[in-house]
C-alpha cells in the first residue's frame, strides 16, 4: 500500500491539501481538531503514513506509534486535560467511517462507560 492515498481524507489532510485546525505536527503524525467535536477537547491523531486501522499495524510501526501517543499526551497536557479518553474505531461495525488510522482524544466533559 502506498504511504499516499489519493482518495483518503486524512492523507490529504496530512498532506496540507485540506485545511485541518491543526494543534501539532511532526515528521510521522499531524493531530487536529475533529469537525464535529464530541467533548470539548476532540482532537484526531494520525499517522502520515496511510494505514487504513489498527487491524494493519505491524512490529514495524512501533516508532510511529510511540510518536504518535506521544503527540496525543503533548495534546492533552497543551490541554489542561487530567483525563481523558483515547479511542480508535477498527471497522464500520465500529464505527469507523474514515480508512485512515485515527485515534480520538476526547476530553473536557465527564465520560460514561462503556461507550456505545
Ligand atoms: P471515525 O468515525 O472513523 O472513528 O472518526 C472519523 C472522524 O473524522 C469523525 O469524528 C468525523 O467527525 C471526523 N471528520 C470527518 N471528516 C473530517 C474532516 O474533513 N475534517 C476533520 N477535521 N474531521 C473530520
Ligand atoms: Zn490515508
Redesign the pocket.
Known amino acids: 500500500m502506498a504511504d499516499y492515498e489519493p482518495d483518503c481524507?486524512?492523507c490529504r489532510?496530512a498532506a496540507g491539501e485540506?485545511p485541518?485546525?491543526i494543534v501539532y505536527s511532526d515528521d510521522a503524525v499531524v493531530a487536529?481538531?475533529?469537525?464535529?467535536?464530541?467533548a470539548p477537547t476532540?482532537v484526531?491523531a494520525i499517522p502520515r503514513r496511510h494505514v487504513p486501522s489498527a487491524a494493519d499495524l505491524t512490529e514495524a510501526d512501533g516508532p510511529m506509534l510511540a510518536a504518535l501517543f506521544a503527540a496525543l499526551r503533548n495534546v492533552a497536557e497543551e490541554a489542561g486535560l487530567h483525563g481523558y479518553r483515547i479511542v480508535?474505531?477498527v471497522g464500520a461495525e465500529?464505527?469507523?467511517?474514515?480508512?485512515h488510522l485515527?485515534v480520538?482524544l476526547l476530553g473536557g466533559r465527564a465520560m460514561s462507560w462503556p461507550p456505545g
Open positions: 481524507l486524512f489532510i485540506i485541518a485546525d487536529f481538531r475533529d469537525i464535529n467535536p464530541r476532540h484526531l480508535s474505531n465500529a464505527g469507523q467511517s474514515v480508512f485515527h480520538h
